[in-house]
């Protein structure tokens, strides 16, 4: 007995002496610094004892954080943002004002460079934000972005990567869903109004325009482009460009046609529509078995009296001309469709 009470003694003193060292670097809130004015204003902030708050850290006025948490000295939080219960925010990072991170959510990383978070965005529990970047390319000193827009809602697990060098940057625009388990690497750009449902991964370099949906568990390849206001089937995995207002699905994702629902939704006329169910016909189900290469058909499309001056046609045309360029991938493969 008297050795196992010397061995908790033991115990007690060492963990003591550790989290001594932490708060001499790392002080602490006091029970009478829980509700106190910060220097930004006269809005009282809550701070819970148990968080560790580095004095060169920022915070914005009606500032609530629990137990548990961890500020960094480059740390920067705007006005009313809410930490919950053990989420840290490390490294040389901005939140905008009324930004949340719940329990175990992680924001930015003590590596060199740069997390800026913009304003009314929700960090699920256990996500990962702004660290480092997967890549083998990557030189450790280097500097290493990423740029999140507002009002954007990151669920439970969901990890975001900077970027992989100093000339680019990982961005995502605004108003984005992206569901438990995604994962955005490095380099990626992301729009805005998008909804990544669960599991949906995105390879470094990817770009995903505005108004795209994934379905879940679907992967996207390195330097691949997903066009606006397209859609990816659940399972998929994307190794070429998905044009502008189509859907692709398949182990290896095909063409099925337009993403109808989703224009209907994003409120297109009932005269775009059908202008660009024809132009999906010319292009990729053509009847004529003279019809020539899709870059024939793509030419004829652009001579059309009447689809050359819809707006959308034009921008499909040109989604699907851009992604045949020397850089890019090619597009999705698609099932020219003939009469028999």
């Known amino acids: 007995m008297s050795l196992f009470n010397n061995g908790r003694a033991l115990s007690l003193a060492l963990r003591k002496l550790s989290f001594g060292r932490v708060a001499s670097s790392f002080p602490y809130a006091t029970e009478n610094e829980k509700l106190n004015e910060t220097t930004a204003g006269t809005n009282p902030s809550f701070i819970h004892p148990s968080t560790v708050v580095h004095p060169n850290a920022i915070l914005g006025q009606d500032v609530s954080i629990g137990p548990f948490c961890t500020i960094g000295p480059s740390a920067k939080l705007g ?15 901005e939140l905008g004002d009324n930004c949340i991170l719940l329990a175990g959510a992680v924001v930015g990383d003590d590596l060199p460079g740069h997390t800026v978070i913009g304003c009314n965005n929700t960090i699920g529990h256990h996500a990962v934000v702004g660290i480092k970047c997967q890549d083998m390319k990557y030189k450790p000193g280097n500097e290493c972005f990423l740029e999140i827009g507002d009002n954007n809602e990151i669920r439970e697990y969901a990890s975001i990567h900077r970027s992989s060098k100093p000339t680019d940057k990982t961005v995502i625009g605004d108003n984005n869903l992206i569901m438990g388990s995604c994962h955005i690497a490095h380099d990626c750009k992301v729009g805005s109004n998008n909804i990544f449902a669960n599991n949906t991964l995105l ?91 899709i870059e024939d058909r793509l030419r004829e499309l652009e001579q059309h009296e009447e689809l050359s001056l ?16 020397e850089d890019r991938r090619g597009i999705c493969k698609f ?6």
């Not at 006005?79 to 990072?93: E, R």
């Not at 859609?231 to 063409?255: C, H, K, L, N, W």
């Not at 099932?335 to 028999?340: A, I, K, M, V, Y």
Request: with cysteine; net charge neutral; proline share 3%.
């Open 203 to 293: 390879a470094g370099h990817v770009i995903v325009e505005d108004y795209a949906h994934t379905a879940g568990g679907i992967v996207v390849h390195q330097f691949c482009r997903i066009g606006s206001f397209s859609f990816i089937g659940g399972g998929s995995v994307v190794t070429q460009d998905v044009p502008m207002y189509t859907m692709v699905s398949g182990e290896r994702a095909e063409m099925r046609g337009l993403n109808l629902e989703g224009l209907r939704r994003r409120g297109f006329s009932i005269m775009e529509i059908k202008s660009l169910r024809a132009a999906y016909r010319m292009i990729f189900m053509p009847t004529d078995e003279n019809s020539g290469s």
């Open 79 to 93: 006005n009313a943002c809410q930490l919950y219960p053990g989420s840290h925010v490390f490294g040389n990072t």
């Open 335 to 340: 099932r020219s469709w003939s009469g028999s």
């Open 310 to 325: 819809v707006p959308s046609v034009c921008s499909m045309v040109q989604s699907i001309r851009d992604s045949f360029a």
